[in-house]
T-cell receptor
Framework: GAGVSQTPSNKVTEKGKYVELRCDPI?????LYWYRQSLGQGPEFLIY????????DSGLPNDRFFAVRPEGSVSTLKIQRTERGDSAVYLC????????????FGEGSRLTVL | SQQGEEDPQALSIQEGENATMNCSYK?????LQWYRQNSGRGLVHLIL?????REKHSGRLRVTLDTSKKSSSLLITASRAADTASYFC????????????FGPGTSLSVIP
């Protein structure tokens, strides 16, 4: 597709369950970012990748959160033992190359933990 | 992590007026960007200004950057109802890779 694709668009789960959120970046974009956004707040940085490696994962809130990008394209954000406080919109963005520039965002995955 | 503050948190103006939003940040940066987000949608890039630039224009948008004060402003001239959205500044941190950190945003309402 032409843009960043995120699936699922909505996910409702129960406290304690495991969740995977997927991001399919724009083809050829080497940098990929994950953010978390709560209602009325700005996007909170979680992690970003250059190629297959996590260049900076300092925003992951704790060890229940993990993200992978095994082939340098699609990325999966994994959340174990979900808590109600994990409820938010998870945004993915990508950009080409290593030079600073515009981020292209997906529409987000809305996670609700009951 | 989030970067700095945005001011005001909310702004309501009449169509045709200018809207000014301010952003302050804390760290050394390579660049600063502004994004727009319509309710419930993803973010859309508006403009990027590099740390060695002081002012940049794009259509009805004017961005300034003062690295000595660690602040930036976004001016939207001749606002339209369609400009109603949230606006975020985002800084590209001066690390070996470009970590991008967003501010809390300004909610702009343009009344027809």
């Amino acid at each position: 597709g032409a843009g960043v694709s995120q699936t699922p668009s909505n996910k409702v789960t129960e406290k304690g369950k495991y969740v995977e959120l997927r991001c399919d970046p724009i083809s050829g974009h080497t940098a990929l970012y994950w953010y978390r956004q709560s209602l009325g707040q700005g996007p909170e940085f979680l992690i970003y990748f250059q190629g297959t490696g996590a260049a900076d994962d300092s925003g992951l809130p704790n060890d229940r959160f993990f993200a992978v990008r095994p082939e340098g394209s699609v990325s999966t954000l994994k959340i174990q033992r979900t808590e109600r406080g994990d409820s938010a919109v998870y945004l993915c963005a990508s950009r080409p190359g290593t030079r600073a520039g515009e981020l292209f965002f997906g529409e987000g995955s809305r996670l609700t933990v009951l | 992590s989030q970067q700095g503050e945005e001011d005001p948190q909310a702004l309501s103006i009449q169509e045709g007026e200018n809207a000014t939003m301010n952003c302050s940040y804390k760290t050394s940066i390579n660049n600063l960007q502004w994004y727009r987000q319509n309710s419930g949608r993803g973010l859309v890039h508006l403009i990027l200004i590099r740390s060695n630039e002081r002012e940049k224009h794009s259509g009805r948008l004017r961005v300034t950057l003062d690295t000595s004060k660690k602040s930036s402003s976004l001016l939207i001239t001749a606002s339209r109802a369609a400009d109603t959205a949230s606006y975020f500044c985002a800084t590209g941190e001066k690390t070996s890779y470009d970590k991008v950190i967003f501010g809390p945003g300004t909610s702009l309402s343009v009344i027809p």
